[in-house]
């Protein structure tokens, strides 16, 4: 996608719209095929980077990794620690983050705001606070 900011490069911060375009090309490399359920996230940080993700299932259904939270350990994985904003994008239903997913966020980012985008054009957002209220994290830590 031309002008855009590609996984791991500080530019100016992409737009909402760039943001869950890039969710919906994440969302093309998902390896799903147990549930058919793809889902690709584009995760935004507070220097403008950007790192994608997709769902990873398993046959051991319970080693399923989410879109959300492949976007966010890519990030940690390369130092980045303040997001901002977090894409999700599925073909047929809203792809409201799991409750794991919630708390992964949590812990980095408890203002990010949530994008989320299906049936091709369908938006809506909130943010984490309004999708994980009285949320568990660092704060709540002796």
């Not at 969710?23 to 994608?52: I, K, N, T, W």
């Not at 390369?78 to 812990?107: K, M, S, Y």
Request: aromatic share 8%.
């Amino acid at each position: 996608m031309a002008g855009v900011t590609r996984e791991g490069e500080t530019h100016a911060a992409p737009t909402d719209e760039q943001l869950l375009a890039l969710a919906r090309e994440a969302m093309q490399r998902s390896y799903s095929p147990y549930s058919h359920f793809r889902v690709g996230a584009c995760l935004l940080c507070g220097d403008g980077r950007v790192y994608q993700g997709c769902n990873v299932e398993n046959a051991s259904f319970g080693l399923t990794n989410c879109a959300e939270r492949t976007a966010v350990f890519k990030a940690i994985s390369e130092g980045a620690r303040e997001f901002t904003a977090i894409a999700i994008a599925a073909d047929h239903a809203a792809p409201w983050p799991c409750g794991a997913c919630r708390q992964v966020l949590n812990e980095f980012a408890p203002g990010i705001r949530v994008l989320v985008t299906w049936e091709g054009d369908r938006c809506e957002d909130a943010t984490l606070e309004q999708l994980l209220p009285h949320g568990f994290g660092p704060k709540d830590l002796p």
